[in-house]
């Protein structure tokens, strides 16, 4: 089996795994499929965005084949010993808004459209144990980070219409970093308080808070992240014991907006030679 990982050094341990696997299939039939684990997560309800092309993205029903899908294969893989989804990711290809590359799953309601999304009214909770299984250093010998997790906004065809907006992207309510082998939250806030529902539509509206680390250090080890939220609320909680709440106006006022969760490996960096990969276990979103 032949996986190109474009300049990603532990390709060769993810052949090697794969060459064990095979080799046990020959040499000891059925009984050798209990070494193949697979990662506990649902595609039917996801879209996934590569670093190359347009960028490239893969909906369901064709992400259900990932691991036979050559365009897939470099970036998004099974690790079949440890039973995780892989997250492979390299400065190239950039999404629009974005100058930066990823290799992440967008949620999908409907399965193979964007247009169906959720509001905080609504509600939802997305659950995923993962682990950074690697991450380049740059030039001063420091680690680069990831998104790992996402919330983001999106405009009714309704709202980009009335402020005349290009297309129907909002910002992030959330970003999940990993961070010096920590977790860091960033969210968003409005502005003007006194800003109109009109006005709040706009993406310069919403400014960045100054974020939250967690003090627990996860390194490079498998860790859980789960997002709740309902009308005005949010809460972050990690490893299932520290948690992060917001419950203030902000969140009030993002009732307007639709929603979307993402997940995967939305790597921080543009420099040549850098790289990331991030390990799912288990993904699950409940609405």
Known sequence: MNISCQGNDAADEFLVE?????TENTNTGIESESNY???NIDLSHWKVTLPIGNPTEVMPPEILKYATNETLKPFFYNDSIKGA???YTYPNATTTNSTYSRTELREQMVA???STNWKFAQGGSMKGTLEVAEMSKDASGNYYKTIVMQIHGRLTDAQKALIGATDNN???MLKIYWQDGKIRVKTKELKDLEATETEM???EAWGDD???TFTEYVGFNKFTIEVKVFAGRMEVILNNNASKVYEDIHMQKWGIFENYFKAGNYFQSKDKNSFSKVKYYELVVTH
């Open 37 to 39: 684990n697979l990662p």
């Open 18 to 22: 794969e060459e064990i696997i095979e």
């Open 210 to 212: 100054d974020g939250y």
């Open 85 to 87: 989804l892989v997250f």
């Open 170 to 172: 909002a910002p992030p």
């Open 201 to 203: 539509l706009h993406e």
């Open 112 to 114: 193979g459209s964007n």
